[in-house]
């Protein structure tokens, strides 16, 4: 081989290695780069889940309507999510669901029936196992065996990205994508768009861990936010935790 042959290889050896080193800097430097690896809140709260449809079904899965029925012409109709009964101040050895207090108090008061249903299935049976109603929250027992959600151990924090999905106005399977706005020691202040049928229904962050319960909704034509409660307050009645911030019990770890 002659020197000029061996001077064309080592300049093509070299720009190979130096366009390799390149592009690996250019992805290590994009600001998106931590998305293709880490996107849990724990790193990254503010991106959207690798797998957005993995989330929306895995969540699905342990999502249902709640209906409330006094009579055949007088129902109200909300969402509730299957929680591990394990996790809970008064548990039980069947599949335990959360739901909003307001969803099912009619029912509770005058005895209606309540039951609960997955996407396009038939309706099941449930009642009452536990309540809070300062605090708008209830549990469920149902005989359906109901994959659970896990809860999150990472607070949310403002611009984090967060699903609802339940029976928006009726509509099962309603999804709503956001962000969080805000954050008091009591609401998930939100930009989903919600509407009456999504009350009790969980709040996901892009783990598709529940941080949040969907409680209420804003009139839009002076507010631009809706609200879930804070893991927080179902320390009072429902959930049993372990922290606490401020002499008060919590879900979330804010001592780090």
């Not at 109603?133 to 896990?150: H, I, S």
């Not at 320390?235 to 780090?256: A, H, R, V």
Request: proline letters at 4%.
């Amino acid at each position: 081989m002659s020197v000029k042959e061996t001077s064309l290889s080592f300049l093509a050896f070299l720009t190979i290695i130096s366009t390799s080193l390149a592009a690996g800097a250019f992805l290590l430097s994009w600001p998106s780069s931590t998305y293709f690896f880490d996107s849990s809140p724990k790193n990254d709260g503010f991106v959207p889940p690798r797998n957005i449809a993995k989330t929306m079904d895995e969540t699905q899965k342990s999502t249902v309507s709640v209906t409330c029925s006094l009579n055949e012409e007088d129902e109200s109709i909300g969402t509730g999510w299957a929680i591990d009964s394990d996790l809970l101040q008064v548990s039980s050895d069947k599949t335990t669901v959360i739901t909003n207090y307001h969803v099912i108090e009619e029912c509770f008061k005058e005895r209606g029936s309540i039951s609960v249903a997955r996407l396009y299935k038939k309706e099941e049976p449930a009642r009452l196992l536990n309540y809070d109603k300062k605090n708008d929250l209830a549990v469920l027992v149902v005989n359906k065996k109901l994959p659970t959600l896990d809860l999150s151990v990472n607070p949310p924090f403002p611009g984090y990205w967060v699903m609802a999905l339940g029976s928006a106005a009726a509509y099962e399977g309603s999804v709503a994508f956001g962000s969080v706005l805000n954050v008091t020691n009591k609401d998930i202040l939100i930009t989903n768009n919600i509407s009456e049928g999504n009350s009790g229904g969980a709040l996901v962050d892009n783990e598709g861990k529940v941080i949040g319960v969907v409680t209420w909704g804003m009139d839009y034509t002076t507010y631009q936010y809706n609200g879930a409660s804070i893991l927080d307050v179902a320390c009072i009645k429902i959930l049993k935790c372990q922290y606490k911030f401020d002499g008060e019990d919590t879900w979330f770890d804010y001592n780090d």
